[in-house]
């Protein structure tokens, strides 16, 4: 007889290419890095929402981001990943579900992330309802995003049962 699951871990994970548009922003975290080579993708590509969001879906058993986001929508184009965050938040909450906490490892060498760390947790803590850290790290020059093709990220989730 077995009992039925209280907490349950996710992970996640996104990866975008660098886009040649020049008036693409680039977007980590929720926050905009002025100056920066922006992300190319249907939603606004931010690899460390989409990362954590995936993460919280699989710990919720809820499929993945591209189940409930899926590129090949128009009504996606261009979409705020906070708001895809915050709108996967409201589905775990409907399964039954509530996030504890999620750890994202972000890597790509430029720019440094550090220096807008806080700002990034704050905006992804906001979006998924709970804690969220964020950690950089560097390729150290190997394969494509060590040559500096893109960005991924690698997120872990935990989400316990509420309470009825």
């Not at 989409?50 to 979409?79: I, K, V």
Request: glycine residues 12%; proline residues 5%; charged residues 25%.
């Amino acid at each position: 007889m077995s009992v039925p699951a209280t907490t349950r871990v996710g992970m996640g994970f996104d990866v975008h290419p660098y886009s040649d548009d020049p008036g693409r922003s680039l977007v980590l975290g929720g926050v905009a890095f002025a100056g920066e080579r922006g992300l190319a993708g249907h939603s606004d590509a931010d690899v460390v929402a989409h990362a954590a969001a995936d993460a919280l879906l699989g710990a919720g058993r809820l499929g993945d981001l591209g189940s409930h986001f899926p590129d090949t929508d128009p009504a996606w184009e261009g979409a705020d990943s906070l708001e895809l965050l915050a709108t996967v938040r409201q589905r775990l909450d409907e399964a039954g579900w509530e996030p504890v906490n999620v750890d994202c490892a972000v890597v790509l060498d430029v720019p440094r992330l550090a220096p807008r760390r806080e700002e990034m947790e704050a905006a992804l803590s906001r979006a998924a309802g709970a804690d969220v850290t964020v950690k950089g790290r560097r390729t150290e020059g190997l394969g494509a995003l060590g040559r500096g093709e893109g960005v991924a990220c690698w997120a872990v989730a935990l989400v316990q049962r509420r309470d009825r």
